[in-house]
């Protein structure tokens, strides 16, 4: 059984390395994610498990516990209104332009690979756009590197997409889908930590950031935020999460809708 104090103590850490605030109601679900750790290193209780992680020398450990209490949900062109809103971007551009497009907590990578698809369409594959697909989470960041999809788990592809961009599994991977190598290699997979990870070397023209701002109290919010429009080239645009509305004061950012910034 995981008491308070462990929950309190695995809280504390989970904020302090990822910023995720973990809410009193999510005891359950730490206990049973970190029940896999305990059992896995033949631990007896929770607080011999904290004593390891809180080890800042132990970074293996640290980074699998982060991976165990991340969230990872996402699926293909979710929240469709942002891709439709990045269609009319390009639209508005010489296609000449380069593109450099940021997907910020990118999970199992169905978010650039959407992107991708989109840029695809849009762009021809000659043209210069250019995907960063980032997460805190080694374990994710591994299979949106592979690109590989159980047929059963595409939701939000059209068939004309499934066909135009992912081949069919053979044999033992018969029941999987695997992005095509073309749009594969457009995307650069990178570990990333919104809260604390060194700025990026270039500006973006468009960042997506979306889903993972749920997960944070306001301050971090704030200091994310205020991190990712420095990231932003003037007039680029910042893509939030439908419930993850931008409440605070943020200089250079103009609302376009709620989930939809300009940075001026
Ligand atoms: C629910 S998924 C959202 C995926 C995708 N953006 C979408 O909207 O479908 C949230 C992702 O944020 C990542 N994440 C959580 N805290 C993070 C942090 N501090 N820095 C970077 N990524 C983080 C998690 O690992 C997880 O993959």
Known sequence: MLNDQEFKNFSQIIEQYAGIHMAE???????GRL?????????ETYNDYYKIVRNDN??????LFI???????????REENHFNFLKKI?????????????SAACSSGQEPYSIAMLMA????????WNILGTDISNKILTSAKKGVYLKKNIKGLSKTRVRRFMLNGVR????YLAIVPELKKRIDFQPYNL?????????????FCRNVLIYFDNDTKKKVIDRLIKALKTEGYLFTGHSESLHGVYDNLKVINPSIYQRI
Do not use: C, H
């Open 121 to 128: 369409e849009e762009r021809e594959l000659s043209r210069p």
């Open 172 to 175: 033992s991977m018969s029941e």
């Open 58 to 63: 132990n970074k293996t450990e640290r980074q």
């Open 67 to 77: 991976d165990l209490l991340t969230t990872n949900e996402t699926w293909f062109f």
């Open 90 to 102: 390009l639209d508005d551009r010489n296609p000449q332009q380069p593109m450099n497009i940021w």
């Open 25 to 31: 109601g999510k005891k359950a679900l730490v206990e």
């Open 35 to 43: 029940r896999k750790r305990l059992v896995a290193l033949n631990l």
């Open 195 to 207: 809260t604390s990870s060194p700025l990026p070397s270039i500006k973006y023209d468009v960042i």
